[in-house]
């Protein structure tokens, strides 16, 4: 099952993530704030992956994920935002290969289908003849 750390300050959205990834089989861990997806790395280890809005308090969602690849967390990452900042997919892109931007407002198969890219599906195992 893979961990994911969902973290925005918009508490209808969050949820929405986390039911989302809840019903792809995804263990859910929720933060409001960056001082929150920051804490939670340091604390429950790693995850599998990480869905971050940009526009939260104290620090924003690309501050934070830059951080985290600075410390050498190589952690696959959707970045939300309904900013339309021109640097942003720029910003987004020097995170690595491994971080997708989803466009608020977004349609729900988008995100499943940005998790499915980042995440891929455990090989189903052979049945036994």
Same mark, same amino acid.
């Given at each position: 099952?893979?961990? #994911?750390?969902?973290?925005?300050?918009? %508490?209808?959205?969050?949820?929405?993530?986390?039911?989302?990834?809840?019903?792809?089989?995804?263990? #859910?861990?929720?933060?409001?704030?960056?001082?929150?997806? #920051?804490?939670?790395?340091? +604390?429950?280890?790693?995850?599998?992956? !990480?869905?971050?809005?940009?526009?939260?308090?104290?620090?924003?969602?690309?501050? +934070?994920? &830059?951080?985290? &690849?600075?410390?050498?967390?190589?952690?696959?990452? !959707?970045?939300?935002?309904?900013?339309?900042?021109?640097? !942003?997919?720029?910003?987004?892109?020097?995170?690595? %290969?491994?971080?997708?931007?989803?466009?608020?407002?977004?349609?729900?198969?988008?995100?499943?289908?940005? #998790?499915?890219?980042?995440? %891929?599906?455990?090989?189903?195992?052979?049945? %036994?003849?």
């Amino acid at each position: 099952m893979a961990r #994911v750390l969902v973290a925005d300050d918009d %508490p209808a959205m969050l949820c929405a993530v986390a039911d989302v990834l809840t019903r792809l089989g995804c263990e #859910v861990s929720c933060a409001e704030s960056g001082a929150e997806l #920051v804490d939670q790395l340091a +604390t429950e280890g790693l995850f599998d992956l !990480i869905v971050s809005d940009i526009s939260m308090p104290w620090m924003d969602g690309l501050k +934070t994920l &830059r951080s985290m &690849r600075t410390a050498g967390l190589a952690t696959p990452v !959707i970045v939300m935002t309904a900013l339309k900042d021109e640097q !942003i997919p720029d910003q987004v892109l020097a995170l690595g %290969p491994n971080a997708v931007l989803l466009r608020k407002p977004f349609e729900l198969d988008e995100l499943e289908a940005a #998790v499915a890219k980042l995440i %891929p599906a455990p090989p189903i195992a052979e049945r %036994p003849s």
